[in-house]
């Protein structure tokens, strides 16, 4: 019986999710002789649902919904986000880009970079793309090192042992949307 009545409000559960069709769909809720709950949209008496003594019709209130923030790249292939049925590239109707992600692709945590010459090229990613006044910051040992418009830059004569990367995205006062996380490697670098 548990069996049933747990398939059973996975079903419901589906058909709650289902949207606001699920409003004039009945609801059933049955305990049973060993005070299992069961939730069922099939009536009391019909396809083994037992009939009457603690069966009720749940009351299902109007069903929540989200609609999620659109995107999609104009013919220049900038990004543009549709919020509530206005198009913009995040800037000019006062909305923020939301990053989803900023990550160090290289050099890759603890990796051992062979540079004689003291350059090191660090590679990033970031979705989605860089809002209009945006910028990646590279941060080199703890402190701003340089802004750029794109996660790349290189490094030069870079002293031999360890260093931390980090990048982040920085809107046009300076202020920081989001870090990736913090990345050690090591200079190799023979000695003169």
């Known amino acids: 019986m548990q069996r049933v009545a747990i398939i059973t409000l996975a079903t ?3 058909a709650l999710a289902a949207g606001p069709t699920v409003a004039a769909t009945k609801v059933y809720r049955t305990v049973d002789e060993n005070g299992n709950v069961i939730f069922t949209d099939v009536p009391p008496g019909e396809r083994g649902v037992p009939e009457g ?3 009720t019709e749940v009351d299902i209130d109007a069903v929540n919904s989200y609609e999620p923030t659109s995107r999609r790249t104009d013919a220049s292939g900038r ?7 206005l198009e913009s590239d995040g800037e000019e109707a006062g909305l923020t880009v939301v990053y989803n992600s ?13 540079a004689n010459d003291g350059t090191v090229h660090i590679a ?4 989605p793309d860089l809002g209009t006044d945006h910028r990646v910051r590279l941060v080199l040992d703890g ?11 290189t490094l030069t004569n870079m ?3 360890a260093h931390t990367v980090m990048l982040q995205i920085v809107d046009a006062n ?8 913090t990345t050690t490697f090591y200079v190799l670098r023979a000695h003169r």
């Open 143 to 153: 402190a701003p090192h340089s802004d750029a418009s794109a996660p790349h830059f």
């Open 53 to 55: 003594g603690n069966t």
């Open 12 to 14: 419901v559960a589906l």
């Open 124 to 127: 990033g990613s970031v979705q």
């Open 159 to 161: 002293d031999r042992g």
């Open 102 to 114: 900023l990550t160090v692709q290289s050099p890759a945590p603890e990796e051992a970079v062979r």
């Open 79 to 85: 990004e543009l986000w549709i919020v509530d049925g």
């Open 174 to 181: 300076g202020t920081a949307l989001i870090n990736s996380t």
